[in-house]
């Protein structure tokens, strides 16, 4: 039987992903003078003042870190990406690229060994006769070993649009950690153990998953008060 372990555990409410990741722009609005000499409107402030609208490769991403999600297996503790079949309009390709691993002792995000796996994503009329009833298995992530606690941030691509994925798996008894994250990090329920987690701010994975890039952020800061 399988269940899915939602992500959005230790990030608050929203997809993980698909929150963390999307900026939130308060939408422009200008009050009419009312004046009886205020400007036409094509006197109105510039359109450049406006929030920039999202791009069509922003939305694909956004689109697809929420149907892309973690599930997990109850019979064999075994986890993977799926798509839903009802989100599935149409075929398409899904690669992984990268596995990452948060370290809760070095406080640091290191990079596991991955092999490049690619996957024909297929309409759910489709799918193999022993697939998933109700999902559509993109990759099997066997860098989580059954009944392991932690965190772990998965980088893919569907049909060259990149994407990522934070998955944890653990107790969530306690909450994220309250105040305003330390520049570059992110307030998550660190998991210690299956039935043990605490509150920390850490690195940002969008920022600290990058080969050659920052390894360590201040995600040993401690938690407001």
């Given at each position: 039987?399988?269940?899915?372990?939602?992500?959005r555990?230790?990030?608050?409410?929203g997809?993980i992903?698909?929150?963390?990741?999307?900026?939130?722009?308060?939408?422009?609005?200008?009050?009419?003078?009312?004046?009886s000499?205020?400007?036409?409107?094509?006197?109105?402030?510039?359109?450049?003042?406006?929030?920039?609208?999202?791009?069509?490769?922003?939305?694909?991403?956004?689109?697809?870190?929420?149907?892309?999600?973690?599930?997990?297996?109850?019979?064999?503790?075994?986890?993977?990406?799926r798509?839903?079949?009802?989100?599935?309009r149409?075929?398409?390709?899904f690669?992984?690229?990268?596995?990452?691993?948060?370290?809760?002792?070095?406080?640091?995000?290191?990079?596991?060994?991955?092999?490049?796996?690619?996957?024909?994503i297929?309409?759910?009329?489709?799918?193999p006769?022993?697939?998933?009833?109700?999902?559509?298995?993109?990759v099997?992530?066997?860098?989580?070993?059954?009944?392991?606690?932690?965190?772990?941030y998965?980088?893919?691509?569907v049909?060259?649009?990149?994407?990522?994925?934070?998955?944890?798996?653990?107790?969530?008894?306690?909450?994220?950690?309250?105040?305003?994250?330390?520049?570059?990090?992110i307030?998550?329920?660190?998991?210690?153990?299956?039935?043990?987690?605490?509150?920390?701010?850490?690195p940002?994975?969008?920022?600290?998953?990058?080969?050659?890039?920052a390894?360590?952020?201040d995600?040993?800061?401690?938690?407001a008060?």
């Amino acid at each position: 039987m399988a269940y899915q372990f939602l992500s959005r555990a230790g990030l608050g409410t929203g997809a993980i992903l698909a929150a963390a990741l999307a900026l939130s722009v308060p939408a422009w609005s200008a009050e009419p003078a009312a004046d009886s000499d205020a400007p036409a409107k094509a006197d109105a402030p510039a359109k450049a003042d406006a929030p920039p609208k999202p791009s069509a490769d922003q939305k694909a991403r956004e689109h697809w870190e929420t149907v892309v999600l973690f599930y997990g297996e109850e019979d064999t503790g075994e986890w993977s990406l799926r798509i839903d079949d009802k989100n599935i309009r149409e075929r398409g390709w899904f690669e992984l690229m990268e596995m990452w691993h948060y370290d809760r002792e070095k406080k640091t995000w290191e990079k596991l060994p991955t092999e490049h796996v690619q996957t024909a994503i297929v309409m759910p009329k489709d799918k193999p006769s022993d697939a998933p009833e109700g999902t559509e298995i993109l990759v099997q992530l066997r860098q989580i070993r059954p009944q392991t606690a932690g965190i772990w941030y998965a980088k893919w691509r569907v049909d060259g649009v990149d994407g990522a994925t934070l998955m944890r798996v653990g107790s969530t008894t306690v909450g994220p950690p309250k105040g305003k994250p330390p520049k570059g990090t992110i307030p998550m329920t660190v998991p210690i153990t299956l039935e043990k987690a605490e509150p920390a701010f850490i690195p940002d994975p969008r920022i600290n998953c990058m080969v050659g890039g920052a390894a360590k952020s201040d995600g040993d800061a401690k938690p407001a008060e």
